[in-house]
C-alpha cells in the first residue's frame, strides 16, 4: 500500500492536462496511421462522391436553365401566337362589320329599288285607270249629250263619229279650262 501512495504522489505533481510520454508516444502513433488510412482511402472517395454530388448539382443547375430557357421560349411562342390569334380575330371582327354594312346598304338599295317600282307600277296603275275611267265617262257623257240633244232637237242623233268628234272637242275644251283654272 505504500507503494501505491507514493505513487499516488508522484502522479500528483505531474500536471494533468498532459498526458504521460508512452501514451503520448502510441496516441501520436495511432493518430498517424489513421489519418494515413483517411487520406490514401477515404478522402479520395470522399473527394470523388463530393465531386460527383458538384457535377450532379452544376448539371441539374444547368438542366434547370435549359429548360427555363426552354420554358421561356415556349411562353414567347404562347404569347405570339396568342397576339396573332386577336389579331386574327379582330381583322375577322372587322370584316364581318365590313360585311354587314354592305349587306346592309345592299338590301337597303334593294328596298328603295323595290319602292321605286312599286311607286312606278301604282302610277302606271293610276294613269291607266284614270285614262279607263275619262274614256267610260266621255262615252257615258256623250250618250247622255247625244240622247239629250236628241230630245231637244227631237231627232236621234245616230251618227256615232260625228257624236265622238263633238263630244271629244267638247270635253278637251273642258280640260284645258280646268287646267287653265289650276
Do not use: C
Not at 448539371?59 to 389579331?87: D, F, P, T
Not at 381583322?91 to 334593294?110: D, K, S, V
Not at 302610277?123 to 231637244?152: C, F, M, N, P, W
Request: aromatic residues 6%.
Amino acid at each position: 500500500m505504500i507503494a501505491h501512495l507514493v505513487q499516488l504522489a508522484a502522479e500528483e505533481k505531474q500536471n494533468p492536462l498532459i498526458p504521460p510520454g508512452p501514451e503520448l508516444l502510441v496516441g501520436t502513433i495511432a493518430f498517424a496511421i489513421v489519418f494515413f488510412f483517411f487520406w490514401k482511402k477515404l478522402l479520395p472517395n470522399i473527394n470523388k462522391v463530393l465531386e460527383e454530388r458538384r457535377a450532379a448539382i452544376e448539371g441539374g443547375i444547368e438542366e434547370a436553365e435549359a429548360m427555363k430557357v426552354e420554358a421561356q421560349s415556349v411562353l414567347e411562342q404562347y404569347k405570339a401566337q396568342l397576339a396573332e390569334a386577336r389579331h386574327e380575330a379582330a381583322r375577322l371582327r372587322q370584316e364581318a362589320q365590313e360585311q354587314g354594312a354592305a349587306l346592309i346598304a345592299e338590301m337597303r338599295a334593294e328596298g328603295q329599288r323595290q319602292r321605286e317600282e312599286i311607286v312606278a307600277a301604282g302610277h302606271a296603275q293610276i294613269e291607266a285607270d284614270r285614262k279607263a275611267a275619262s274614256s267610260a265617262l266621255r262615252q257615258y257623257v256623250g250618250k247622255l249629250a247625244t240622247d239629250l240633244a236628241g230630245k231637244l232637237v227631237g231627232e236621234s242623233l245616230e251618227d256615232y263619229a260625228r257624236q265622238s268628234r263633238v263630244i271629244d272637242r267638247f270635253l278637251d275644251d273642258l280640260e284645258e279650262k280646268a287646267e287653265a283654272a289650276r
